[in-house]
Each structure stands twice: as structure tokens, then as C-alpha cells.
Nanobody
Framework: QVQVIESGGGLVQAGGSLRLSCTTARRTSGNNGMSWFRQAPGKEREFVATTSWNGASTIIADSVKGRFTLSRDVAKATVYLQMDSLKPEDTGVYYC?????????????????WGQGTQVTVSS
């Protein structure tokens, strides 16, 4: 069974920071883009950030641009979502996903494997 494991979520005050990590088996994601999505209570899942197989290309959603940074450690088959200047509207479950292609994509339907999600709660 393919495992996509997220970690790093938690409770933080507005203005604070968190770093999410997503680890897979290298054979699972080594040649694939990887992405983060999030889902707030009562809302649809939305795109947050995506990166190419080697981390050379990233796309960040406008809603978090300038506050969130996505990086990738190819050797460790891990992606990191650094979240700074957090706002209450960033609250939600954050999901990591492995893309079907080598390049990142905003399209959730173009992802093959998903993690169980990690909760991020930002208090005002």
C-alpha cells in the first residue's frame, strides 16, 4: 500500500508559523510532482502549492503567496510547506498528494496518491 505521510500540523496563534512535511517512499514520488491542498470546514478542497519532481519549479496559490514556501528534498522523498504569518482563514486539514506527472499541477484530479491529512488550526 502506498503511503503518503503528512506531519507538522497543530494549533498556532495568528501571525505564527508551522512547517508541514510530507514523506513518501522514493519509488512512489521520485519522478512525480507533489502538491499540498487544504480543506476548511464546510468548504471544498482547495489548491495550496505544488512542485515538480526535482523541486525546480513550484506554483503557490495566490491566497498564500508571500507567506507559504514549498521546498523539496529529493533524496529524502520529502516536501516541506513552510507557513508563515498564518491567518485564521488558513485553518483546515492539509493534504499532501503525489501528482500523476513529473510536473506539479493545481488540478486535484491529476493526483494519484493522497495522505490522510494533518490539521492546522490558527487562532485569532
Amino acid at each position: 500500500q502506498v503511503q503518503v505521510i503528512e506531519s507538522g500540523g497543530g494549533l498556532v496563534q495568528a501571525g505564527g508559523s508551522l512547517r508541514l512535511s510530507c514523506t513518501t517512499a522514493r519509488r512512489t514520488s521520485g519522478n512525480n510532482g507533489m502538491s499540498w491542498f487544504r480543506q476548511a470546514p464546510g468548504k471544498e478542497r482547495e489548491f495550496v502549492a505544488t512542485t515538480s519532481w526535482n523541486g525546480a519549479s513550484t506554483i503557490i496559490a495566490d491566497s498564500v503567496k508571500g507567506r507559504f514556501t514549498l521546498s523539496r528534498d529529493v533524496a529524502k522523498a520529502t516536501v516541506y510547506l513552510q507557513m508563515d504569518s498564518l491567518k485564521p482563514e488558513d485553518t483546515g486539514v492539509y493534504y499532501c498528494a503525489v501528482a500523476l506527472s513529473a510536473y506539479g499541477t493545481r488540478d486535484s484530479s491529476r493526483h494519484r496518491y493522497w495522505g490522510q491529512g494533518t490539521q492546522v488550526t490558527v487562532s485569532s
